[in-house]
């Protein structure tokens, strides 16, 4: 069955500082895959997705994430994070037929430090 | 453009008393449909997902309940709540067909007292 780990629960950063979230999933064929980011008391908000092509993906808000097949791994990155980067990210991975389904992992909390 | 909108916003009811949220998705048709909720600090658990009219699949055997009387529009409900069922409720729908994202509404905070 598909499932994604996201073994950091909590990150913080200085602004201006790098970023690099991981991902690891598991799924017997090539997946889908998605970053979402959720600000608090608000839905979700598609960041990127990789459905096949090149393996380094660009999203929104200068986010980009690299899928390695190798590692089985989908980590997202941000060479310098705003304060207003601050939120809960999820990492996905479609699942059942046509991928009808998304199974998330637990989410990463990240913080700011000014 | 497509939207989705969900109502209401929040909403705190006793325990033993119904529920009903509901879900409508704008621009666009034969959407696939979902709900989540989202305990406190938790990720995303999938309820209930459809794939058009009337036809609804249970992913967690529970108090909940959901339907889907028109294409665009998606009910959860319940006939007694729990304390258990307080949480963050959100709707996604998606474009049917191979391995599209997922769009989600802006989420229900219900209280369950």
Same mark, same amino acid.
């Given at each position: 069955?598909?499932? %994604?780990?996201?073994?950091?629960? @909590?990150?913080? %950063?200085?602004?201006?500082?790098?970023?690099?979230?991981?991902?690891?999933?598991?799924?017997?064929?090539?997946?889908?895959?998605?970053?979402?980011?959720?600000?608090?008391?608000?839905?979700?908000?598609?960041?990127?997705?990789?459905?096949?092509?090149?393996?380094?993906?660009?999203?929104?808000?200068?986010?980009?994430?690299?899928?390695?097949?190798?590692?089985?791994?989908?980590?997202?990155?941000?060479?310098? %994070? @705003?304060?207003?980067?601050?939120?809960?990210?999820?990492?996905?991975?479609?699942?059942?037929?046509?991928?009808?389904?998304?199974?998330?992992?637990?989410?990463?909390?990240?913080?700011?430090?000014? | *453009?497509?939207?989705?909108?969900? &109502?209401?916003?929040?909403?705190?009811?006793?325990?033993? *008393?119904?529920?009903?949220?509901?879900?409508?998705?704008?621009?666009? *048709?034969?959407?696939?449909?979902?709900?989540?909720?989202?305990?406190?600090?938790?990720?995303?658990?999938?309820?209930?997902?459809?794939?058009?009219?009337?036809?609804?699949?249970?992913?967690?055997?529970?108090?909940? *309940?959901?339907?889907?009387?028109?294409?665009?529009?998606?009910?959860?409900?319940?006939?007694? =709540?729990? =304390?258990?069922?307080?949480?963050?409720?959100?709707?996604? &729908?998606?474009?049917?067909?191979?391995?599209?994202?997922?769009?989600?509404?802006?989420?229900?905070?219900?209280?369950?007292?």
């Amino acid at each position: 069955a598909q499932s %994604v780990t996201q073994p950091d629960i @909590h990150i913080t %950063v200085s602004e201006g500082a790098s970023l690099e979230l991981r991902c690891n999933y598991s799924y017997g064929a090539t997946p889908y895959l998605f970053w979402y980011v959720q600000s608090p008391g608000q839905g979700l908000q598609l960041l990127l997705k990789y459905f096949s092509g090149d393996t380094l993906v660009q999203g929104i808000k200068g986010f980009e994430a690299e899928f390695k097949r190798s590692q089985s791994s989908f980590n997202l990155r941000k060479p310098s %994070v @705003h304060w207003s980067d601050a939120a809960e990210y999820f990492c996905a991975v479609g699942a059942g037929s046509s991928a009808s389904k998304i199974i998330f992992g637990s989410g990463t909390r990240l913080s700011i430090r000014p | *453009s497509q939207t989705i909108h969900q &109502w209401p916003a929040t909403l705190v009811q006793p325990v033993g *008393s119904p529920l009903s949220l509901e879900c409508t998705v704008e621009g666009t *048709s034969n959407p696939n449909l979902y709900w989540y909720r989202q305990a406190a600090g938790r990720g995303l658990q999938l309820l209930f997902y459809s794939v058009g009219i009337g036809q609804i699949s249970s992913e967690v055997p529970q108090n909940l *309940s959901a339907s889907r009387p028109q294409d665009r529009q998606f009910i959860l409900s319940s006939k007694k =709540l729990l =304390l258990s069922d307080s949480g963050f409720y959100l709707c996604a &729908w998606r474009p049917p067909g191979e391995g599209y994202e997922q769009y989600f509404g802006p989420g229900t905070r219900l209280t369950v007292t």
